[in-house]
């Protein structure tokens, strides 16, 4: 006998299809054990795979989050594609404002947005601040020279649920000379971060109205660079709050340009900067492309 799943496959932080950052949502997971759930997600391929639970008393539903080589606690994109294919499918109340989500690291609340196009906004839990990286070091390991990381910074492993190291750039032309060597990323010995994002303040290449520009280097399975990467946006935006990159509490951002899959987000940083830094929010849109059927065995 055969199991089946209802799927869909949503693009994140875009209003566009076949652009921002694509997550398969199965819809209703009960029944896949975590086994299950890593070898659907190999097999989709994707940055990462979205399984949904029933909620409890605390949270409206649970998920897990799966990249093709393992799970995570927390993540952003997936986040806005499961609210988004949840809400499309009606299984969110027309009237509700606020979706509670529970992963692993914590309960996630997201704001419905009910325009044309809607807008989903998670809540990331505040920012926690961990190891440091040599600047020469990192400037090394992404093919850069020492003077194209950011004056006065230093690079640093962020979280707001997931731990990724916060590269700041001096210039959108060292954005676009990356060239990440992965072993010098993820084989250094003392590592504390799941994968890498580097930023810069934008410019006239980018759209009018943007503050910074992203890049972000992953090390799950087939996924090199991934094109839109919600929660290492929060951790951007708590690095730049404590470190003064940045004066705004509110501004856009955009990521993807390099691999051909625009996206844009919109975040706040909320509490008192730099010493209490309060959640985080990021936005943004999604479209769905395809609507499916999972089959699998048996277990």
């Not at 994109?77 to 009606?90: F, K, W």
């Not at 799941?194 to 090390?219: E, L």
């Not at 492309?289 to 999972?294: A, M, N």
Request: one cysteine or more; charged letters at 20%.
């Amino acid at each position: 006998m055969a199991r089946s799943f209802e799927i869909s496959w949503v693009d994140a932080f875009t209003t566009v299809p076949l652009e921002g950052n694509a997550c398969a949502v199965v819809l209703d997971a009960r029944g896949l054990d975590d086994a299950a759930m890593q070898r659907i997600s190999r097999e989709i391929n994707l940055s990462e795979t979205s399984f949904v639970f029933p909620g409890a008393a605390d949270a409206d539903v649970a998920v897990r989050y799966f990249t093709p080589i393992a799970e995570i606690p927390l993540a952003g994109h997936p986040t806005i594609a499961t609210a988004h294919a949840l809400a499309e499918a009606g299984r969110i109340a027309a009237d509700s404002d606020v979706l509670r989500v529970r992963m692993p690291a914590a309960i996630v609340p997201v704001t419905i947005g009910h325009g044309t196009p809607p807008v989903y906004a998670m809540s990331q839990p505040p920012p926690t601040f961990h190891d440091t990286f040599a600047r020469a070091h990192a400037a090394a390991a992404l093919g850069l020279d020492d003077d194209d990381i950011l004056a006065g910074t230093t690079p640093q492993t962020v979280s707001t649920g997931t731990k990724q190291l916060m590269i700041a750039l001096a210039s959108r032309d060292a954005l676009d000379r990356c060239r990440p060597d992965r072993h010098a990323l993820y084989d250094h010995p003392g590592r504390d971060w799941f994968s890498v994002h580097v930023f810069a303040r934008a410019d006239a290449r980018d759209p009018a109205g943007v503050a910074f520009a992203a890049r972000h280097f992953a090390d799950f399975g087939d996924v090199i660079e991934d094109p839109f990467t919600g929660s290492a946006t929060g951790g951007m935006a708590g690095y730049c709050a404590r470190y003064g990159i940045v004066r705004d509490s509110a501004y856009d951002v955009v990521q993807g340009m390099h691999v051909r899959r625009p996206g844009c987000a919109h975040v706040r940083v909320t509490g008192t900067p730099p010493d209490a830094i309060g959640r985080i929010t990021v936005a943004g849109s999604a479209v769905t492309v395809i609507r499916g059927t999972l089959t699998i065995p048996d277990a």
